[in-house]
């Protein structure tokens, strides 16, 4: 329930599947069991497809409405010409509920630069961020960590890298319930002088502001998986890079277990009895159960999906953005950069 | 063999692992024994200890010499100092074994930065290459890819990359066997405006020559343990970032699956059932198994093994240093640097 006693009320684009309304439709239900009473779910989209969807299911009975949008932005599209064109987009829509009121957060699985641009300039972004971000949850052997910025700005100042430092904080903090997060800054060597020209720089803006920030030093590409920080601090490039080549982990190391378990029937009956182990690792490591991607630096609560999310990765990123909402993350950003900005002022 | 008949000469830096001169031993050991009487093996460094270390093995009747070297590179030592200081470090004297002709390519797993930057002024840079890059071979499910660059230049201009798409070419092509490899920029998109501000004009520089390099387009995260390309271009930063967390992927998914595994008994019993399908994938995954990173755009052949090699990765490096000469990889190179520029002069 919102900190009111009403449930939270979470926007989903219903066209940003590329498998259609069906999928997102099938994740929202799911979410909406899930939830019980704590969630409602206004659909956006092209009203005929989306009840289409819904009277082949369960959802009789759940808090689940449908709002119209008669456009769509394409995958493909320009986000800047998408925002401008399409001002009634599924997108737009869903946006504009949170804007004003009618929605707590939003979750769309469409084109990403469509959903940041939409959320930035129909939101608005907070006050004291330079470059909202978005933040990514990956599972780790330990648990898991959140890594940011996965795509929102390919080129990153210094700055920016700061700031993605206190965002991750408290999203890690606010939405997954971890306290005193440990925040790395990706880097390729541990020493302070090690990196590109802008971690070296950001090292040192974060090293200043080491206890406040939780800043456990440069983290490297063998650290993330071993979960040695909570948050993990990087430029959207590296980011996306990194995030994408997780997500096809798990099917890449089943197609090559596959291929070795059929070179001998023991093997085979050996995989049939440590299947529900492979399941548990699968899960553990699988991206879609961790939820969708979060949004940043803009008013509002925005969660990203990718257009080939499942209906159980829809599920999850709408119970994340709930969480969210749920967890005070925007109040909390709020209030810790005008925090930063104080002692900023006061040379702390 | 050599391309005159003799034997390939290979100078190993065996004060270059973290576990001390009998690791470095042992793989060169077991590296000429797998190549016969293909290969020599001179290795440098604190003659004591190696002697020490030779004596305890089945070293007798192999082609393994001794050269002394009287310092030795720190792990923690900036490149440039090192250079100067220590010109008699085993790592210089690698590199003068190799420059006066008296070894045809050196293996060290030593402190990188001092690698390349002793290669760099001690061989000499090859004509028309404007920054040397470290190539890496990983597995992928289909087989394997070169990687590159993998932590020579972190920050790389547009020229850079297209340069590192010629090598690695080439480095597919002549060391690993690859006919007409498939050369992808690694990107956070497929369209060609997708990346930051220096793979968007890497982009048009490799698009422009696509047949010469065999030039496939952008390539995602996603795409690179799929096997999408044979050779993945990126900054040093990016590349070392995926290294890194590459060589840590075996282990991390061992650890998890134990855990899992430990929750049941059969679990357990189908675990030792399948356990060589389980040994086939870690083999196949195992960053180990694939060799040390080439040194590409210096004069002469160096592989560069991390600090924590196993023997069997040394013996590795040692055998793709071999194979790369065999395969006339610096000859390659130069020629192909040569056409590159004829090319460029003529607008081709």
Redesign the interface.
């Known amino acids: 329930m919102g900190s009111d006693g009403r449930r939270v009320r979470i926007a989903v684009d219903a066209m940003g599947s590329d498998s259609g309304p069906e999928v997102v439709v099938r994740g929202a239900i799911s979410a909406a069991q899930a939830a019980g009473d704590e969630l409602s779910v206004t659909l956006v989209g092209e009203e005929g497809a989306i009840w289409q969807a819904l009277t082949d299911s369960r959802a009789r009975d759940l808090p689940i409405f449908v709002s119209h949008a008669r456009q769509q932005v394409e995958m493909?599209e320009k986000a800047q010409r998408a925002f401008r064109r399409k001002r009634d987009s599924s997108i737009a829509v869903c946006a504009a509920l949170v804007r004003e009121g009618a929605a707590d957060a939003l979750v769309s699985a469409g084109n990403t630069a469509a959903v940041v641009t939409t959320a930035l300039l129909s939101l608005g972004r907070m006050r004291g961020i330079a470059r909202p971000a978005i933040a990514s949850v990956i599972p780790?052997?330990r648990g898991r960590c959140v890594i940011l910025d996965v795509?929102a700005n390919?080129?990153c100042k210094p700055i920016h890298l700061y700031q993605f430092a206190q965002l991750g904080r408290i999203y890690a903090e606010r939405a997954l319930g971890i306290s005193a997060p440990r925040v790395g800054l990706?880097n390729?060597g541990e020493?302070p002088t090690k990196?590109?020209?802008v971690?070296q720089a950001a090292y040192r803006l974060l090293d200043a502001d080491r206890e406040a920030l939780g800043f456990i030093g440069n983290v490297?590409?063998?650290?993330?998986?071993?979960g040695r920080a909570d948050v993990v601090v990087?430029?959207?490039?590296?980011g996306?890079?990194?995030?994408?080549?997780?997500?096809?982990?798990a099917s890449?190391?089943r197609?090559?277990?596959r291929e070795?378990?059929r070179?001998?029937p023991?093997?085979s009956?050996?995989?049939?009895?440590?299947?529900?182990?492979?399941t548990?690792?699968a899960s553990?490591?699988n991206y879609e159960e961790h939820g969708g991607a979060l949004l940043l630096g803009t008013r509002g609560v925005s969660v990203i999906g990718h257009g080939q999310s499942s209906s159980r990765a829809i599920r999850n990123a709408i119970l994340v953005a709930a969480r969210s909402v749920r967890g005070g993350l925007e109040a909390a950003v709020l209030e810790a950069m005008g925090a930063g900005e104080a002692a900023a002022a006061t040379g702390g």
Do not use: H, M, Q, W
Not at 234 to 238: A, H, I, N, W, Y
Not at 240 to 249: D, M, Q, R, W
């Open positions: 493909g780790t052997s795509g390919a080129d990706l390729i020493e990196g590109n020209a971690t490297e590409g063998r650290d993330i998986f071993a990087c430029d959207g490039f590296t996306n890079v990194i995030l994408k080549l997780a997500e096809s982990l890449v190391a197609r090559v277990f070795e378990v070179r001998s023991f093997y009956l050996g995989a049939l009895l440590v299947r529900p182990a492979f548990g690792v553990r490591l």
